[in-house]
């Protein structure tokens, strides 16, 4: 009777009075909350697990494609200081062999070089 008399302050519904009494209930409210909970995560996972895997795939491109250019920087440096060790011994030859000409070659570049920058 008690229900029914308290079930009038909510409109004489006695289910929407049961249903805001369920409502306050704070076991009730924890029991659909980790319900809701579970519910979300086991509908998330798939997802996380897409996003991870897509996560995953473009940092082994990344890794690959890092390492393909590393090797080749790699390769062309070793290229470069060969060719700089091979000019450097030539033009030390050709000093030796001619040194009044490297002279007139290293002024006549001064000299142009002077006019560049001005």
Same mark, same amino acid.
């Given at each position: 009777?008690?229900?029914?008399?308290?079930?009038?302050?909510?409109?004489?519904?006695?289910?929407?009075?049961?249903?805001?009494?369920?409502?306050?209930?704070?076991?009730?409210?924890?029991?659909?909350?980790?319900?809701?909970?579970?519910?979300?995560?086991?509908?998330?996972?798939?997802?996380?697990?897409?996003?991870?895997? $897509?996560?995953?795939? %473009?940092?082994?491109?990344?890794?690959? /494609?890092? !390492?393909? +250019?590393?090797? #080749?920087?790699?390769?062309?440096? $070793?290229?470069?200081? %060969?060719?700089?060790?091979?000019?450097? /011994?030539? !033009?030390? +030859?050709?000093? #030796?062999?001619?040194?009044?000409? $490297?002279?007139?070659?290293?002024?006549?570049?001064?000299?142009?070089?002077?006019?560049?920058?001005?």
């Amino acid at each position: 009777m008690d229900k029914i008399t308290l079930a009038g302050d909510v409109g004489g519904d006695v289910e929407k009075y049961l249903a805001t009494q369920e409502a306050f209930n704070p076991a009730a409210m924890s029991t659909k909350a980790h319900v809701m909970v579970e519910s979300l995560s086991d509908r998330a996972k798939p997802a996380v697990d897409t996003v991870a895997d $897509a996560a995953h795939e %473009a940092t082994s491109l990344v890794v690959a /494609a890092a !390492s393909g +250019t590393i090797e #080749s920087l790699v390769a062309q440096t $070793a290229s470069l200081s %060969a060719i700089r060790v091979k000019l450097l /011994a030539q !033009s030390k +030859t050709y000093v #030796s062999e001619n040194p009044v000409k $490297a002279i007139a070659i290293g002024v006549v570049a001064g000299m142009l070089l002077a006019r560049i920058v001005r």
